[in-house]
């Protein structure tokens, strides 16, 4: 139970390692706030962690949306007034075409979630996190956002720039004791990862 009486925000908890890190968290005594963009699997994955006796509470919003992320926060002041652990877990995977063929609009899409969504998220919940006098925020990253390979597109750019908003993040928030760190899970048996690789 390290983690008891602690608040942790996951976002992109419904699915995927966002879920299994909410339930994680859980089980060490943490209570989940957990976030995505659909209503019905948040739900889902909630009564599957309070099954096991976990504390969640599932609260909707798109990442890419600031009025949201701002409405997500608001509700998380109000509800705990306080922040220990952020986890930047939603992500897009966009297309895997060449440079070349990519869609204008799918690249927005995927850079608007995976790099402007973190960077929402931070900002909006500094302000709970600062008055407890330390915390951890984890930008989930990937090996293509460190070395990038044909056809990653806009999911390598954004995590290149994920890997950098978390180096100037680690250092303006040292003052506060709030570590941020990137991770990078490697291959892992999630639903993006069969889309990346069907074979």
């Known amino acids: 139970m390290r983690l008891q009486g602690k608040v942790a925000l996951v976002t992109g908890g419904s699915q995927g390692i966002g879920r299994a890190v909410a339930a994680a968290y859980a089980r060490g005594g943490a209570t989940v706030i957990l976030t995505a963009r659909h209503l019905e699997r948040l ?12 504390d969640v509470v599932p609260l909707r919003a798109d990442v890419a949306d600031r009025q949201q992320v701002q409405q997500l926060a608001g509700e998380i002041k109000r509800r705990f007034d306080r922040l220990h652990v ?7 995977l966009g297309p895997r075409v060449p440079i070349l063929e990519y869609p204008e609009e799918e690249w927005e899409a995927v850079v608007a979630v995976n790099l402007h969504g973190p960077f929402f998220v931070i900002k909006a919940c500094l302000p709970l996190m600062i008055p407890t006098g330390g915390g ?10 460190r070395i990038g390979k044909p056809r990653w597109g ?33 291959g892992t048996r999630t639903g993006m990862r069969a889309a990346a690789y069907p074979e």
Do not use: C
């Open 43 to 54: 739900e889902t994955a909630a009564a599957e962690i309070r099954k096991r006796g976990g």
């Open 86 to 92: 952020l986890v930047n877990n939603a992500s897009l």
């Open 136 to 145: 951890s925020i984890i930008n989930v990253s990937s090996g293509v956002g």
């Open 154 to 186: 806009a999911y390598a750019a954004s995590k290149f720039a994920l890997e950098g908003l978390t180096q100037v993040l680690a250092a303006e928030l040292l003052p506060f004791h709030i570590r941020v760190n990137a991770v990078n899970p490697g």
